[in-house]
């Protein structure tokens, strides 16, 4: 079962759902049909985003409303449950996965700090507040410094099913990459064999050096004098491939000064998966998640 969240277009799942038959603005209806609720409580709900009106989340008072729409109100319990999550944004749930957007500076899982507010351990949290008996496997991980889309599977079974058959299931790897420097060649494709050296930095060699053969496309989708966005397609996942095709391009990644960036104007590294689709594990449909590029990666390159 499909379960909607407070940024999905569509989230009937622990909501109210009122229909509108005559027209009226937004507030004056919310406290019409949520007749228990005090004026300032109603006013709360539609602050903290617990409003949509056909699947468009709405916080403005006067929102004009017209016949025929339909009214959606999550309810607290459900709504404070996705507010405890701290850098890390419910995409997409259901009964076997979880996508969720992650923020930069917050780590996959956690190293040497167990205690640390880590994706995996929110969202570990996040499922036994239904029942204690949930669990949560982190199926890829993304660096504490890249933000975007991350995928969790809910039981042991799902995550091995996925990682085992990982290139077969994957259809789209998307990032999008804010790079030093004008990119000259609009697009093109980078092949090399990557090794990791014992200070744990991933080194690139045109020819099979006994490392992993990484294949990466890119293509420009705007620049200035200073920075180029870059949308990236990962044939192959290696680790730091992105961050080390660009060093080899000559356009290290922007705040990536262990691959050669010398500046960092956005205070962090310029990657974000934007986009992840794959073939779910149980259904067999072709499911897409999308983050947007942070909007400081734009506009730097405008």
Do not use: C
């Not at 999550?74 to 259901?94: H, P, R, T």
């Not at 990459?177 to 991933?202: D, M, Q, Y």
């Amino acid at each position: 079962m499909r379960k909607n969240h407070k940024n999905s277009p569509n989230r009937n799942t622990d909501s109210s759902i009122y229909k509108v038959e005559e027209p009226i603005e937004l507030l004056p209806f919310l406290i019409k049909m949520m007749t228990k609720s005090s004026r300032n409580s109603v006013k709360s709900v539609l602050t903290r985003g617990q409003v949509t009106v056909d699947g468009k989340m709405i916080k403005q008072h006067n929102h004009p409303l017209q016949i025929g729409q339909t009214v959606a109100i999550l309810k607290n319990q459900a709504a404070m449950k996705e507010d405890a999550l701290v850098g890390i944004e419910i995409l997409y749930e259901d009964d076997v996965l979880i996508a969720v957007n992650k923020d930069a500076g917050i780590l996959s899982v956690a190293a040497k700090n167990e205690e640390e507010m880590t994706a995996y351990r929110q969202i570990k949290q996040y499922v036994k507040k239904e029942n204690l008996k949930n669990r949560v496997f982190v199926v890829h991980r993304l660096d504490r410094d890249t933000s975007g889309v991350m995928l969790f599977a809910k039981s042991e079974d799902i995550k091995k099913k996925l990682q085992e058959a990982w290139n077969e299931v994957v259809k789209e790897r998307t990032y999008t990459a804010l790079v030093e420097g004008v990119v000259r060649k609009k697009e093109g494709t980078i092949s090399s064999w990557l090794k990791e050296s014992k200070t744990f930095k991933v080194h690139s060699n045109p020819t099979d050096n006994g490392g992993q053969h990484a294949i990466t496309h890119y293509k420009t989708l705007q620049s200035n004098k200073q920075f180029t966005l870059l949308q990236v397609q990962l044939e192959t996942g290696r680790k730091n491939q992105i961050r080390v095709h660009m060093e080899e391009l000559g356009h290290p990644v922007v705040g990536d000064k262990k691959y050669g960036s010398t500046i960092n104007p956005i205070k962090r590294l310029g990657l974000h998966a934007t986009a992840l689709a794959l073939v779910h594990p149980t259904t067999g449909e072709l499911i897409r998640f999308q983050a947007d590029a942070p909007k400081n990666f734009i506009s730097k390159t405008k």
